[in-house]
Structures are given as structure tokens and as C-alpha cells.
């Protein structure tokens, strides 16, 4: 046998464990075990037909080489996309750190001190560098986050009475192509109706409820905005400003303007290019709005002693939580780079960022002056980093390709430059000696760079931002490295101990995937860079769609979705379209099982469908008859039916066939949720059990890390009739030849995470990820069984088998005062993560292993487990003063003077063997949600300044 297969890296448990595991579970091999779990009727006949698998070895060379087919130009294209220079620090300590990467969405604030602080870090930083009152911590991209703002808007205008009926929404001209066509796909299904214009003819009039621009424009002109927005709010309508980040450290922030809601991305906050993600966008609002705003807010609270701790605020403030109610549906974010990008302020303070900004103004007018000289007209009268020249584009275009230089052509007779963090003299020179040689002129030198600005006296920023301690004292990179280390070492991620978060498939993130995203062939590459530049890319992302539609048994792909929830709305979205191209302009209805993740009603009702809730039963199953009543009252109308397979309770429902096949009886195509899509691969596929379409969640099936709550990759999978309708991008067209418009920004979404799971799926080939997916469901099984007698399980297949996770009963444990999270706090003492709390069913724990633990780590958790029962047993429910109810404990708590508890400090923090060689602690004691929420404090500030006010 090989030993140098990835698989055996990828996949936990050892040859010599099996035969325990299997005789703890009571089958004698893997293949009888998935006989007894998965119906035999959606069994695969035949491998996956996919090319043999690489070793780490054959892949690292075999990235290389299509790396090569990548030609990285100097990019001045712009366009919400800039070149940005990672520093070292932060790439080697952040970027690719397992401590930092392998994180997940900081539910359990009490082990997730340190991104909590990293993320409170990024909103401080965009409230104030946009003047607004209080931001989110990240949205998936600058398009969709501007559909968010629109969303918004829409959202609140019914608070207003006048306005109630309205729904014409303006959007400049000047917003960016990406931005619009995201614009165009979001607003038509909930009923708003876009109008595209020049702001400064606008006329202001009662039928909008609001209006976006962009600042600078698309092209670079900077406008002052706050004549518009006074008008606008004369007219009671609400304004949404998409900024770029970097102007904003000189010119007047769209807050002072008195903008409602500010947008954008921080891509260039030492975000890598990608070709086109992942980066987080920003979305900061006004206090009024706070309980409309999409994705999720970190807050400032107290702990159990009333010490300062961070936790996600309001609720958890994710809006898909809603359910049907929702306006948006963003669950997995953009955390990791939003981290980065609050790092990249911290180390380069205030002062950093006004120097870079200048530096980019600098070199901006010096080429426009130059420029001018050499006799060519420069038309932007007011610049920040872009500028426009009248020029012959064909021909600057080839002396520019030549050099390995790209700008962007408007059209024949224009180009626009956009500058950035690293340009310098030398590349101005050499700039202005391309237009010079187009002329056929002397190239002039170039010395001194301008320093003067190219914008009005009046949008010169004058007040400060980022006085905060944190952007002011970690300027060395000594003292940067620690302070990262020091967040770090407050979380728990895979790299300490397993995550068996159900439903989130926290696997490893091998670092055989993850190297090549360090190298500039990957990740320096402009979205829009022309597709000749980028064939490494190409070859890369036609294959990955290649091996997932193997893997999905379907005809085609889109790799465009930045999460699975925005995977949910593309498939929505191309199923609109397609009962649409029929004639079936009625049909929108979507079904959906009581058990669905809240993403799957959510995007629903983004789509603009009418949702009907479907019954569960006892057993956890769809209630088929249900289903069946519905869809027949409903076949007029039906759309869809949204579907999770296995379902979210952790089965394998034997009736998916014939449910399947109900929904197409009756007119509807079926959306099948891929979240689970770990227990499929290489055993059964979506295509098999009779889906339409599917999303996966390529951060979690696929490897590639969560990253404390995103980035994400959400590709969704199509049968034939669906593929033409596959969405495009209007600046590089992507999609089917009925595309609809855009999903996200890029033409590709988040493609340089996309390598993950190439990497993923090359290295394992086909055995290997049946074997995966055999060994998810044997760790599953195993931790079943092991458990068994100390817990129930809920839901079990017929035969009595988990699929790839179970759900643990904790409803029962009231009786002793002990709720389900007491026991995930707990857990924190022996080192562990909380499973998923309370998904799909209230009062329960769903525990996910994932193929990747090997027997002693299954073994290590069922201990704690096992161990945490006999605690909760000890309980009563009149004394609320136990090791539970007191988790998770601290180091200060144990070491403190007095010990009040009435347990041991031992038990308390040393309840196993195990622990005493691998402590963690918890650096806070229980997080107080509810004063917090009272409180709500969004930046780190400190809490006294707010307290007053
Ligand atoms: C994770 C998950 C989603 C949402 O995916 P994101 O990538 O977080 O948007 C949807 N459905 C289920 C069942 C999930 O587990």
C-alpha cells in the first residue's frame, strides 16, 4: 500500500482502529455499516469519474505549473479592485494560520475573545472612516453589499407613511458595472424597481424611497454628494453611499454628508486580488436602522463577574435567523478578511493609512499632470486615485500589454488609470513613457511626485479617526506579532482540538490546499483581467466544475455564489428564470420542511417567493402526506421545493425518491440544500435522489476553513434544463446563453479559494472521497455508540444508523435546572467546542465529527461528554451553584484568593487525565447577552464613553 496518499492525511481514523470501531458500532466492515445507513435504492453503481488521485507532492508541482499559465501584470484597472501589499506580518501570522483560519462563526464568545476583538476592530475602523454610528463585521462582496443597503432601505421606508407604497429605488450611473447588475438581480423579485441616471439631473420626486451612488464614481470623479442627500432628504428619501475605503482617509466621509447607509469593500486594506475574492465588504448605517441591518454585529457586554467580554450582539443579529421574515440571508461572511483588513488598519494607524492615501493621490496626479503635458486631455476634474485619458485605446492597450500593464478601456477613445498602494515613481515613469512612445514623443523625467489635491477645498477631510489605543500602538512588528498572538491564543480552532459543529463539516484544511494561496501567480490576478492573462485560472475553474458536477451527477456549474446561502438565492433565482423562459411566470411557491436551515426561507423570500411551511415527523422525517397535500394545492403555482439531504436531523430519508418525484408530478423543480453534502459524496449524489439543483458549501464539504465565519464558497450545481440560465457577470461574461445577472461582484466569485478544493478533490480522486464520506459516517456512528446509554440520540435511519452527525438529546437535564448550554460553556473546560446548539431542534446538541478525527480525538470528546452527563447528574435544580451552571472557569477564577464553589478547583478545571498536558482557557467568563444587547456598544471604544452619552 502507498503511504504517501493524501487520503491518509485527509482521513482520521487508522488502519489498525477500524476493527474497534466497527466492533463498538456492531458491523463487521465499513461497506455493511453503509448498507445499514443509506437506502440502497440511491446507491451509486459505479465510481466517480474522476482522474487518479496526486500525492501533496504531485499536486504542489501540478499547482505550479498551471500557476505559470497566469500572467501577473500591473494591474490598473480599478473598478472596486485594487493591488494591495499584505504585510508580512499579517499574511504569515493571520493569512495562513491555522489558529486564525480554521475558526469558526464565534458563537461561543467565551473561546472566541480574540476575533471577537479583531472583528470589533474592523467595525470601529469602518464607522469611523465613514462617519457612520455603527457597522457590521463584513459582508460578502461591494455588489451584494449594496443590495443589502438597498434591502435596507426598503426595508424601513414602511416606517415612514408616505412612503409606504413606494418602490422606485435611484442608482447613479457612476456605481460600479458588478454593483449594478447585482442591483438589477436583487431588486426585481421583492417588487422594487430600479432607475439608472445621471445624479445631478435627478429629479428628486415622492415615488423613491432611495438612491445609491458611488464615491468616487466608477471612473474616479469625486463628486460632493451633500447637496445631493440634503435634497434627497427634503424628499424623504434615504441615501446609500458605496465608498471606497482608502478616499476616505482624505476626503469627507459620506457620514458627514449625512448618507444613511455606507458601503464597500476593503479589499485593498492588504486583501490579495484573488481574481476577484474572497474580500469582505463593510456595511455601516445609522443607530435607527441597527435592527434592519444584515449580517452580524459585534458587541461589547460583561461577563459573569462583570469583566469586559465581546460577543455577536442582538440575537446573534443574523438576519436569516428571521426565517421568512428576512430581508437578507448572510450567514457565512467574509470573517477572516475582515480580520486581515481591521489588522492592516491596526498596524498602519491613522498616520499609515494618510500616508499610503496620499501616496495614491500622489502618483495619481503626477500622471495626470504629466499626462496633460504630453498634450493628451485628462477628464476627471476632481480625482482621489483614478484618472481618465482621451487616448487611442487599441493602441495604448497594445504598447501596455506589451509591458505587462493593464489600464481599463471605456471605450475606443478612453482609458482610465486607477492607482494604488504599489505604485510607484518609477511606474509612473513608466506610464507616462507608454503614452509618450503612443504619441511618438520624448519621454520626460520624472523626479518629485505632486502633492497637491486634485479634489475640492470643501470634500477635504478634516476630522480624525482611529484614536483608539488599538490603531496607535502596534506599529513595530514585534509588537504586532504579539498582539496577534495574543488574540490568537483566545480561540480554540482545529488546530487545538475537534469542532464537531453539525451541519458546518468542520474537516481539515490541509496545508497542502492551502499553500498555493499564498503565491502572487494565484492570488495578484484583477478579475477582470483579460481571460488570456488568466489561463491558469480557466483551466483550474473549469475543472473544479468539472469534478463537482461528477460529483453532483449534474450538467453544470457556477463557482459565482461567495457563501451557500448565496448559493440558495442563485438556485432560486435560475429557477425563477426557468419556469419564467416557460411561460410559468406564476409559479412561486417554494416548499419548505419546518426542519429547513433559516438560509433556505430567507433566500426564499429574497427571491421574491411565497414560502409554505411543510410538517416534519416524530421521526424527524418530511411528513410525506404533508408534502403531498401541499403540493397538490399548490400545483398551479408551485415553484420549488427546498430540500436537505440528508435532512438536518441526520438521515438518510428513504422516501427522498418518491418525494422528489411528488414536486415534479406537480410542476415544481426540487432545490436539494447540499450543506450535508459530506455524507454524499462517491455514495450517492443530488442528480440520483432527483434534484434539480443543489448548493455546496465548499467550506465545508470541501475543505476549504471556515475562517471564523468565511470566507465561503457556495457554487451551486444544475441538471440540463437549468444550465442556460446560469448567471453572468457584465463586465466578463460568464453563465449560460439566458444568463441572468449577476449573483456577486466577480465573474467568479471567490476564486482563489476555489484552489482549496481543487486541491481537495485532486489529491483525494474517487476512492479517496468515498472513503471520506465512509469514514464521516463510521466516526458518526462510532461517537453513537459510545454515547449510547449517557445520551439519546434523536433521529436514527431505520436500521438504527446516524448519517454523518446525530443530534444529542439535552431537554431532559431541565429537570436538574441544566440547559443544553451549560453543557456546550462546559465543554469549554475540557478543551472542546460546543457542538451546534439548538439546530434543528431546541434544547439539543448536533455533533459532527467529520472524517478527519481519528479514534483517540472521538474518544477524548466522548469522555468529556460522558463525564459532563455524570456531572449533570450530580445537579439539582435548586442549587444553581455547580460546575455547570459556573462554566466555563478561568484561569483568574482558579487562581484567584477565595474559592467559594462547592467543588474543587481540580474538578473545575481539571475534570479529566487528558486536560492537564493541553489546557485552554477560556480568558472570560459566560458572556452576559442580555446586557449587552441593553447596551449595545459596536466599537471599541470604551464603554464608559457610551455609558455617559
Ligand atoms: C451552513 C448551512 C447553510 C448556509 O451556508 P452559508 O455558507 O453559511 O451561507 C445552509 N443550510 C444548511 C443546512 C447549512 O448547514
Known amino acids: 500500500m502507498r503511504t504517501d496518499a493524501f487520503a491518509l492525511r485527509h482521513i482520521g481514523p487508522r488502519e489498525n482502529d477500524l476493527q474497534h470501531m466497527l466492533k463498538t458500532i456492531g458491523v463487521d466492515s465499513i461497506e455493511r455499516l453503509v448498507y445499514e445507513t443509506l437506502p440502497d435504492d440511491i446507491r451509486l453503481k459505479a465510481p466517480l469519474q474522476l482522474d487518479p488521485a496526486m500525492t501533496e507532492y504531485e499536486f504542489a508541482n501540478h499547482i505550479q505549473e498551471l500557476g505559470n499559465k497566469n500572467k501577473v501584470f500591473q494591474s490598473y484597472i480599478g473598478l472596486g479592485y485594487h493591488q494591495a501589499i499584505v504585510p508580512a506580518v499579517i499574511q504569515r501570522n493571520i493569512f495562513e494560520n491555522p489558529g486564525w483560519y480554521t475558526a469558526y462563526t464565534p458563537y461561543q464568545a467565551e473561546i472566541a475573545q480574540g476575533r471577537l476583538e479583531a472583528i470589533l476592530n474592523f467595525q470601529t475602523m469602518v464607522i469611523e472612516l465613514t462617519g457612520m454610528e455603527i457597522a457590521n463585521a463584513s459582508l460578502l462582496d461591494e455588489g451584494t453589499a449594496a443590495a443589502e443597503a438597498m434591502a435596507l432601505l426598503f426595508d424601513v421606508r414602511t416606517r415612514d407613511q408616505k412612503k409606504n407604497n413606494t418602490n422606485k429605488f435611484f442608482v447613479s450611473e457612476e456605481i460600479l458595472p ?108 445609522k443607530e435607527e436602522y441597527k435592527r434592519s441591518m444584515p449580517g452580524r454585529i459585534i458587541g461589547v457586554t460583561i461577563d459573569a463577574n462583570g469583566n469586559r467580554a465581546l460577543r455577536m450582539a442582538l440575537g446573534t443579529r443574523e438576519q436569516h435567523i428571521k426565517r421568512e421574515k428576512a430581508t437578507s440571508n448572510i450567514c457565512t461572511a467574509q470573517v477572516l478578511l475582515s480580520v486581515m483588513a481591521g489588522m492592516y488598519a491596526v498596524y498602519h494607524g491613522p498616520k499609515g493609512l494618510r500616508y499610503i492615501a496620499n501616496k495614491v493621490h500622489a502618483v495619481a496626479a503626477t500622471t495626470a499632470n504629466e499626462l496633460t503635458k504630453l498634450g ?60 509618450a512612445a503612443a ?54 480552532s482545529l488546530n487545538h482540538s475537534m469542532i464537531s459543529l453539525g451541519s458546518c463539516t468542520m474537516k481539515l484544511n490541509a496545508a497542502s490546499e492551502m499553500l498555493p494561496l499564498s503565491n502572487p501567480q494565484w492570488n495578484n490576478i484583477h478579475p477582470f483581467a483579460p481571460l488570456d492573462q488568466a489561463q491558469g485560472y480557466q483551466e483550474m475553474l473549469r475543472k473544479l466544475e468539472q469534478q463537482l458536477n461528477v460529483i453532483t451527477g449534474f450538467a453544470g456549474t457556477t463557482l459565482q455564489p461567495n457563501s451557500g446561502a448565496q448559493g440558495e438565492y442563485a438556485g432560486l433565482m435560475v429557477i425563477r428564470a426557468y419556469h419564467q423562459s416557460r411561460g410559468d411566470h406564476h409559479r412561486n411557491i417554494a416548499l419548505i420542511p419546518s426542519s429547513a436551515h433559516g438560509t433556505n426561507p430567507a433566500s426564499a423570500a429574497m427571491a421574491g417567493m411565497k414560502i409554505v411551511v411543510t410538517k416534519t415527523l416524530e421521526n424527524g422525517n418530511i411528513d410525506v402526506e404533508d408534502l403531498r397535500e401541499k403540493a397538490m394545492l399548490h400545483k398551479d403555482n408551485l415553484s420549488c421545493l427546498m430540500v436537505t439531504y440528508p435532512s438536518t436531523h441526520g438521515v438518510y430519508e428513504s422516501a427522498i425518491i418518491e418525494i422528489t418525484k411528488l414536486i415534479h408530478d406537480n410542476g415544481g423543480q426540487v432545490y436539494m440544500d447540499g450543506a450535508n453534502m459530506n455524507a454524499q459524496v462517491g455514495l450517492t449524489n443530488p442528480a440520483t435522489i432527483g434534484a434539480d439543483v443543489c448548493h455546496l458549501n465548499l467550506h465545508k464539504t470541501f475543505a476549504i476553513p471556515h475562517g471564523g465565519g468565511g470566507p465561503g464558497v457556495g457554487p451551486i450545481c444544475v441538471a440540463p434544463q437549468l444550465v442556460p440560465f446560469l ?158 451552571k459556573n462554566s466555563p472557569h478561568t484561569l483568574a477564577m482558579l487562581t484567584a484568593e477565595t474559592w467559594d464553589f462547592p467543588y474543587s478547583r481540580e474538578q473545575a478545571a481539571f475534570p479529566l487525565d487528558y486536560i492537564a498536558e493541553n489546557k485552554f482557557w477560556p480568558t472570560v467568563r459566560r458572556a452576559d447577552d442580555a446586557y449587552g444587547d441593553r447596551n449595545l456598544v459596536c466599537s471599541c471604544a470604551p464603554i464608559e464613553a457610551y455609558m455617559e452619552s
Open 727 to 884: 448567471p453572468t457577470n457584465p463586465v466578463i461574461p460568464t453563465g449560460g446563453e439566458h444568463a441572468i445577472t449577476a449573483i456577486s461582484a466577480a465573474p467568479w466569485g471567490s476564486a482563489l479559494v476555489c484552489l482549496i478544493s481543487y486541491g481537495y478533490i485532486s489529491m483525494l480522486g474517487a476512492e479517496g472521497l468515498k472513503s471520506a464520506t465512509e469514514h464521516a459516517i463510521l466516526n458518526a456512528n462510532y461517537i453513537k455508540e459510545k454515547l449510547n446509554g449517557h445520551y439519546d440520540t434523536l433521529y436514527s435511519g431505520e436500521m438504527g444508523r446516524a448519517a454523518h452527525e446525530m443530534i444529542l438529546e439535552c431537554r431532559p437535564f431541565k429537570q436538574k435546572g441544566i440547559e443544553v448550554t451549560d453543557i456546550a460553556k462546559r465543554l469549554m473546560d475540557y478543551g472542546f467546542h460546543a457542538p451546534t446548539v439548538s439546530f434543528p431542534v431546541a434544547g439539543t446538541l448536533m455533533i459532527e465529527p467529520t472524517e478527519s478525527e481519528n479514534l483517540e480525538e472521538l474518544d477524548r470528546f466522548c469522555d468529556a461528554m460522558i463525564s459532563i452527563r455524570k456531572e449533570i447528574e450530580a445537579a439539582t435544580i435548586e442549587d444553581s451553584n455547580n460546575v455547570l
Open 439 to 492: 504619441k511618438g514623443t520624448q519621454t520626460p523625467e520624472i523626479t518629485e511626485l505632486t502633492v497637491t489635491n486634485h479634489f475640492p477645498e470643501e470634500l477635504n477631510r478634516t476630522s480624525s479617526f482611529l484614536q483608539h489605543d488599538v490603531f496607535n500602538k502596534y506599529h513595530s512588528e514585534s509588537a504586532m506579532m504579539r498582539y496577534i498572538k495574543k488574540l490568537e491564543r483566545k480561540d480554540l
Open 376 to 435: 493628451y486631455e485628462q477628464t476627471n476634474s476632481a480625482f482621489f486615485d483614478t484618472i481618465v485619458v482621451k487616448a487611442e485605446a487599441q493602441k495604448i492597450k497594445a504598447v501596455a500589454e506589451q509591458n505587462n500593464i493593464n489600464f481599463f478601456y471605456i471605450d475606443e477613445a478612453t482609458v482610465s488609470i486607477a492607482f494604488n498602494e504599489t505604485t510607484s515613481i518609477e511606474d509612473v515613469a513608466k506610464i507616462v513613457s507608454l503614452f
Open 178 to 285: 458588478q454593483t449594478l447588475s447585482v442591483l438589477q438581480t436583487r431588486s426585481t423579485p421583492i417588487g422594487i424597481e430600479l432607475v439608472v441616471g445621471n445624479h445631478e439631473t435627478f429629479e428628486f420626486s415622492e415615488e423613491f424611497f432611495g438612491a445609491m451612488l458611488q464615491y468616487p464614481g466608477k471612473f474616479g470623479q469625486v463628486y460632493d454628494y451633500s447637496q445631493f442627500i440634503s435634497k434627497a432628504a427634503a424628499n424623504e428619501i434615504k441615501v446609500a453611499v458605496a465608498a471606497d475605503i482608502l478616499s476616505l482617509t482624505k476626503l469627507t466621509p459620506p457620514g458627514e454628508m449625512g448618507a444613511a447607509v455606507v458601503i464597500g469593500t476593503t479589499q485593498r486594506f492588504g486583501i490579495p486580488l484573488g481574481y476577484g475574492g474572497p474580500h469582505a465588504a463593510y456595511f455601516a448605517t
